[in-house]
Every structure is written in structure tokens, then in C-alpha cells.
């Protein structure tokens, strides 16, 4: 288990464009490895290897749901659907959130570790979670998308968790009742 430094705002290589991975190395297996013990270690819910100072086009995701953890090199949105509006917030900027306009449902295709192609789709926080930590990868950050943006207030840390709580059951109900229609839903 190791736990990789989280690189915080404000940072330029959190603003850069990350490079697609040309080939699945010791190093990058190595990586995504690192990047899951880090996510759990922060409690978050993903990470992007910028966010650990890499960049490269790799992310981690770990919503509570039926997919467990998902480890995506080079992920591309290739359908989306809907909208949600929420708050979000970020490992790299502790203490704020912001609420944020996303698609409610996108399907991700991606390799994994093995270099096997996947394709996940993802509905509300794990379709949010997907949509902010790809952004990451284009250097894009929610702050620049939320309409609007504040502290949190120490007290309301709680609060906020309990709600992410509450949002990953829900994710995890969803995914019970999806799972009946999409028995070929490839999985790692
Ligand atoms: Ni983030």
C-alpha cells in the first residue's frame, strides 16, 4: 500500500492536458494501484493521476456501487444522457464544493489494467464522478463549471459526507435493479 502525495490547487499541472497511455507498464499498473490506496486513504470517490501529479489518462472510481473499484486508462465519454445538478467537490481543492451541471447517465469506454477493453455506464454520482475526474484529465477543474462555488463550513463537513453517503446507497440500489437488464455489463 502506498499512499501518493495530492497535489492541491492552485498547480499547474492541475490545468494541463494529460497524455494518452501508449502502453501498460509495470509503472503505470504500479500507478493505479497507488492512486486506489489514495482515493481510500482521502475518502474520495476518484481520483485522476494529475491529481497525483501525473499526467497521464488515468483514473480511479469508487462510488460504493456493484462496480466496486474502477480502474480506467485512456477513458473516453462515448454517450451521454440527461441532467443532473448537484454539488460536487474535490480532493485537490479540500474544503470547497461547488454545485455543478452534469449528464445524468454516460457510458465510458477504457481499458484496464490487463489492457482489456471495458465499457461502463453510469448513472448520477457515478456518471458525475466519471464526468469530474475526466475533466481532470483535460485540465479542466468543477470550480471553472459551478455555478456557484463556497466553503464549507467545518460543522456542515459532516453533513456533506452523510449526503455522499446516502447518494452512494442509492448508487448501489440502482445498480441491483440495473443489473437484471444488463447481465453483459463488463466488469474487471
Ligand atoms: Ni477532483
Do not use: W
Request: hydrophobic residues 35%; negative net charge.
Amino acid at each position: 500500500m502506498a499512499i501518493r502525495e495530492i497535489v492541491l490547487e492552485p498547480n499547474e499541472v492541475l490545468h494541463q492536458v494529460a497524455e494518452e497511455v501508449k502502453q501498460i507498464t509495470p509503472a503505470i499498473r504500479k500507478l493505479l494501484t497507488d492512486m486506489a490506496d489514495t482515493m481510500y486513504e482521502a475518502e474520495g470517490v476518484g481520483l485522476a493521476a494529475p491529481q497525483v501529479g501525473v499526467l497521464k489518462r488515468i483514473i480511479v472510481i469508487d462510488v460504493g456501487d456493484d462496480n466496486g473499484l474502477i480502474e480506467m486508462i485512456n477513458p473516453v465519454i462515448v454517450a451521454s444522457e440527461g441532467e443532473q445538478f448537484g454539488p460536487e467537490g474535490c480532493l485537490s481543492i479540500p474544503g470547497y464544493r461547488g454545485d455543478v451541471r452534469r449528464a445524468n447517465q454516460v457510458t465510458v469506454k477504457g481499458f484496464d489494467r490487463k489492457g482489456k477493453e471495458i465499457t461502463i455506464t453510469g448513472t448520477e454520482l457515478l456518471a458525475r464522478a466519471f464526468q469530474h475526474e475526466i475533466d481532470h484529465l483535460n485540465g479542466i477543474l468543477y470550480t471553472e463549471l459551478a455555478e456557484n462555488y463556497y466553503e464549507i463550513p467545518p460543522e456542515e463537513e459532516e453533513e456533506f459526507e452523510q449526503e455522499q453517503e446516502q447518494a452512494q446507497k442509492q448508487a448501489q440500489k440502482q445498480a441491483q435493479t440495473t443489473e437484471a437488464q444488463e447481465p453483459n455489463q463488463e466488469k474487471e
